[in-house]
């Protein structure tokens, strides 16, 4: 059994749902079966253990070519069973424990001591982190990415189909948009306050605060800047002899929201936080593409507008626009139509050359506003003009996609749970292109645009379209940038976009593929019944296992491997000696072979007090009066400070031993080394 126990100490074995609260057995009952088990092995041992001292001593005080036993070794017994006499009774330890047998008596006493604090330590089942497990997940897949027909049909509210079958979706998801979006702004705006506070501000990307967001009220995430530009590099590619462009260039990476779902999936058959009564946790990396959205803001003269803003034209001048007219009941033409061309068409991808249409804004948006253009045809983008205090104008482009060079990582645990994009990581061997290969890298996802604009409406972004100066508008509108760099003290208006956005892009990947395209029917875009999709994956979870907790109880291995080859060794002695002599140590054979001898000078004085001094260490024999076939104790050899003992012949009858067999086969014996 203790062998087994060194097994289950070295193997450290997981018990996962078969040790939990509501499971197949409770915390506490493996902990009080674990410690029964200790304390049988601990007593086993014990007696084993025991039995083997008593052997070995009994044996060599019958030989009578050996040393004999010395009252010091008869107590060794004592040390195991009751380890305070070795305090109570510290000479007996003084002159025995440096022998062969004392060594292993003391190492015996010393691990009956502590086997119960090492199986406690290395075997107990007890919470504690996994070792980082490298598997195929599975998470179940419904829509396409950014399915505005999938996201407001999962949006809830009680206003169902029934009673606005018109607005009743969108209605929901403009106030979900609205409230995550300006949720997560306000904690990235709070960093950012923070961070100046702290003289921590910077013009690198990469150094600036993270963009955040918030899933499902309770998991905070955390997305990553990436493909950092230089911003003034950038600004004087596209400025020209006469005006110094400013250009701010950002793309954003989220974590892919559906590995939420994934680890909560049955069929991944993982232990959950509220499994454990709220101690359990897991960490997950999980190799899948993440969403990204890009913003592009670069600042632009009137006259570089003219093009692309409807009241400026010859048709549209004078025309007082408006919230519902805009831009169905005005003279804009359609398809294939590519419109007027830009001094910023080959910044923005405008044009036949590029497949992309130039956005239309209906008019200038005056200072502190912003205008929104968000139904272009086939558009892949939506586009934002906003107006700055000293009423410079600044054109954004929003566009998203997935892209290839990131992994999810996801922390859970009862109070709530973390997840991030780790992105453009080298050693990272869990992005998701090291996991598919061929995968295409920046492929603009035209559906975005669609739940983009619903976004956009609802953040009032289109107010300017009536000089509505939105609180929202005039905020990003302070954030635009003045110098072709990044401000050290102040985010840009196309980090807030990006910010904002954020909650669009979790929306978008929630119940989409865990690959970058969509590999079902390409005339279907939302599933009937959601199919399993795998997914490569680290795992690392807390759940009861054995083995210890800390380094440092590794010493408590010791304890069990000399308990399982004492055993082992005890048991080959047995065989070995091929049957049991009586236990002369044993107190009730002790006393009647004491009682049955005569007198000895050995131990004159040690009547009333006990044996000390040399008397410990003298010799003794256990003799057979060969007439009366009578056993007795006599003393041997000894220091010169104790007499030899003194014999006197036996004068009075006594019983035959059932033993004169086994002594006269004994006494005829060499000394052993036990």
């Given at each position: 059994m203790s062998g087994l126990w060194l097994g289950v100490a070295i193997a450290k074995p997981r018990f996962g749902?078969?040790?939990?609260?509501?499971?197949?057995?409770?915390?506490?009952?493996?902990?009080?079966?674990?410690?029964?088990?200790?304390?049988?092995?601990?007593?086993?041992?014990?007696?084993?253990?025991?039995?083997?001292?008593g052997q070995v001593l009994s044996r060599r005080a019958l030989i009578k070519r050996s040393r004999g036993i010395t009252i010091s070794e008869m107590s060794m017994r004592q040390w195991?069973?009751?380890?305070?006499?070795?305090i109570t009774h510290w000479e007996t330890v003084r002159y025995a424990a440096l022998t062969f047998l004392g060594m292993i008596a003391?190492?015996?006493?010393?691990?009956?001591?502590?086997?119960?604090?090492?199986?406690?330590?290395?075997?107990?089942?007890?919470?504690?982190?996994?070792?980082?497990?490298?598997?195929?997940?599975?998470?179940?897949?419904?829509?396409?990415?950014?399915?505005?027909?999938?996201?407001?049909?999962?949006?809830?509210?009680?206003?169902?189909?029934?009673?606005?079958?018109?607005?009743?979706?969108?209605?929901?998801?403009?106030?979900?948009?609205?409230?995550?979006?300006?949720?997560?702004?306000?904690q990235y705006l709070s960093n950012w306050t923070d961070s100046i506070a702290r003289g921590a501000g910077s013009d690198d990307?990469?150094?600036?605060?993270?963009?955040?967001?918030?899933?499902?009220?309770?998991?905070?995430?955390?997305?990553?800047?990436?493909?950092?530009?230089?911003?003034?590099?950038?600004?004087?590619?596209?400025?020209?002899?006469?005006?110094?462009?400013?250009?701010?260039?950002?793309?954003?990476?989220?974590?892919?929201?559906?590995?939420?779902?994934?680890?909560r999936d049955p069929l991944n058959n993982i232990m959950q936080p509220q499994d454990l009564e709220g101690l359990g946790q897991y960490d997950v990396q999980a190799s899948v593409p993440s969403p990204i959205t890009n913003v592009l803001c670069a600042s632009m003269q009137e006259e570089e507008l003219t093009p692309i803003v409807f009241s400026k034209w010859p048709t549209g001048n004078g025309t007082s626009t408006n919230l519902t007219g805009w831009p169905v009941d005005f003279d804009i033409p359609t398809w294939p139509d590519w419109l007027n061309?830009?001094?910023?068409?080959?910044?923005?991808?405008?044009?036949?050359?590029?497949?992309?249409?130039?956005?239309?804004?209906?008019?200038?948006?005056?200072?502190?506003?912003?205008?929104?253009?968000?139904?272009g045809w086939f558009?892949?983008?939506?586009?934002?003009?906003?107006?700055?205090?000293?009423?410079?104008?600044t054109m954004c482009s929003l566009r998203a996609s997935v892209t290839t060079k990131c992994s999810t990582q996801y922390h859970a645990s009862l109070s709530g749970g973390t997840m991030n994009a780790h992105c453009e990581d080298p050693k990272d061997e869990l992005a998701y292109g090291k996991s598919y290969g061929n995968a295409t890298e920046g492929v603009v996802n035209k559906d975005w645009a669609t739940v983009a604009a619903e976004w956009a409406k609802s953040l009032s972004l289109n107010a300017g379209i009536t000089d509505g100066a939105a609180s929202n508008a005039r905020l990003l509108s302070q954030l635009i940038s003045t110098e072709q760099a990044l401000n050290p003290s102040l985010p840009s208006i196309a980090e807030a976009l990006a910010v904002l956005s954020g909650c669009t892009l979790l929306l978008s990947s929630s119940d989409s593929p865990f690959i970058?395209?969509?590999?079902?029917?390409?005339?279907?875009?939302?599933?009937?019944?959601?199919?399993?999709?795998?997914?490569?994956?680290?795992?690392?979870?807390?759940?009861?296992?054995?083995?210890?907790?800390?380094?440092?109880?590794g010493i408590f291995y010791v304890v069990l491997f000399l308990t399982f080859a004492t055993?082992?060794?005890?048991?080959?002695?047995?065989?070995?000696r091929h049957g049991l002599v009586t236990d002369f140590i044993e107190p009730q054979n002790l006393f009647s072979l004491s009682l049955n001898s005569p007198p000895s000078r050995a131990l004159d004085g040690a009547c009333g007090s006990g044996p000390e001094g040399d008397q410990l260490i003298m010799n003794w024999h256990i003799k057979m009066d060969q007439e009366r076939e009578h056993f007795y104790i006599e003393n041997g050899s000894g220091p010169p400070s104790v007499k030899r003992r003194s014999t006197r012949p036996l004068d009075f009858e006594m019983d035959t031993s059932p033993i004169v067999n086994t002594y006269t086969k004994l006494s005829s014996r060499h000394s052993s080394i036990l």
């Open positions: 749902h078969g040790i939990t609260p509501t499971g197949k057995m409770p915390p506490s009952t493996a902990t009080l079966l674990a410690a029964a088990i200790a304390k049988s092995i601990e007593l086993s041992f014990v007696t084993v253990f025991v039995a083997f001292l195991v069973m009751q380890p305070g006499t070795m003391l190492s015996g006493a010393l691990i009956a001591m502590l086997y119960t604090t090492a199986s406690e330590s290395l075997v107990a089942p007890k919470l504690k982190m996994g070792p980082l497990e490298h598997r195929v997940l599975y998470g179940k897949v419904t829509t396409s990415f950014a399915n505005e027909q999938h996201i407001q049909q999962n949006c809830q509210t009680p206003i169902s189909e029934e009673i606005d079958p018109d607005y009743s979706g969108s209605t929901c998801i403009a106030i979900e948009h609205s409230g995550e979006a300006y949720h997560n702004y306000m990307l990469a150094k600036r605060p993270a963009p955040l967001a918030m899933l499902y009220d309770n998991t905070t995430v955390q997305g990553s800047w990436i493909a950092v530009e230089n911003m003034t590099e950038i600004s004087k590619k596209y400025s020209t002899a006469n005006y110094s462009r400013i250009v701010i260039n950002v793309t954003m990476a989220m974590p892919h929201a559906g590995v939420f779902g994934a680890m061309s830009t001094t910023v068409d080959d910044l923005f991808g405008f044009g036949e050359k590029y497949g992309r249409r130039p956005p239309v804004f209906p008019k200038l948006p005056v200072a502190y506003n912003t205008v929104l253009n968000v139904t558009a892949d983008s939506i586009y934002l003009l906003a107006t700055s205090a000293t009423g410079d104008y970058h395209f969509w590999n079902y029917s390409t005339t279907v875009a939302t599933l009937k019944e959601p199919q399993y999709q795998g997914f490569q994956a680290a795992l690392r979870t807390k759940d009861y296992a054995s083995g210890g907790t800390q380094q440092w109880q055993n082992v060794f005890c048991l080959v002695y047995f065989l070995v």
